[in-house]
């Protein structure tokens, strides 16, 4: 099973920026579909962005243009670049891990997760 520990996060003013890491261990890296997931208290965790084997990658509408996801299969490492950052983006964000590269914005179709990275962002 895939071990993922996520690094990065922590408070910032409105407008800033944070990137955060996640780090795996355990299986084979490259063939994996990688997402984040955000949840804010007293909400349902969401989708924020994905990226599959091949490099294509999928974003919330809440966060295209000011968010990029990539992956370094050499390192085992997906990162989640976050510009422009809002107060409405404020929540834990989780790094997941699947090995079928379809249906990535689906949080229950993933097995591996991270144990999550606060990210708050202040007026």
């Known amino acids: 099973q895939m071990r993922l520990v996520e690094s990065g996060g922590g408070l910032v003013k409105a407008g800033g920026s944070l990137r955060l890491s996640c780090e795996a261990s355990?299986?084979?890296?490259?063939?994996?579909?990688l997402a984040w997931f955000r949840q804010a208290p007293g909400k349902e965790r969401e989708f924020v962005s994905g990226?599959?084997?091949?490099?294509?990658?999928e974003y919330a509408d809440s966060v295209l243009g000011r968010f990029t996801i990539s992956r370094d299969n050499a390192k085992k490492t997906t990162y989640l670049q976050m510009n422009s950052l809002k107060i409405e983006d404020t929540a834990v964000y989780h790094c997941?891990?699947?090995?079928?590269?379809?249906?990535?914005?689906?949080?229950?179709?993933?097995?591996?997760w991270g144990q999550g990275t606060q990210v708050t962002v202040s007026s």
């Open positions: 997941a891990s699947k090995l079928v590269n379809s249906a990535i914005t689906d949080p229950t179709r993933y097995r591996n």
């Open positions: 990226i599959i084997w091949n490099g294509k990658t």
């Open positions: 355990g299986e084979t890296f490259s063939s994996y579909a």
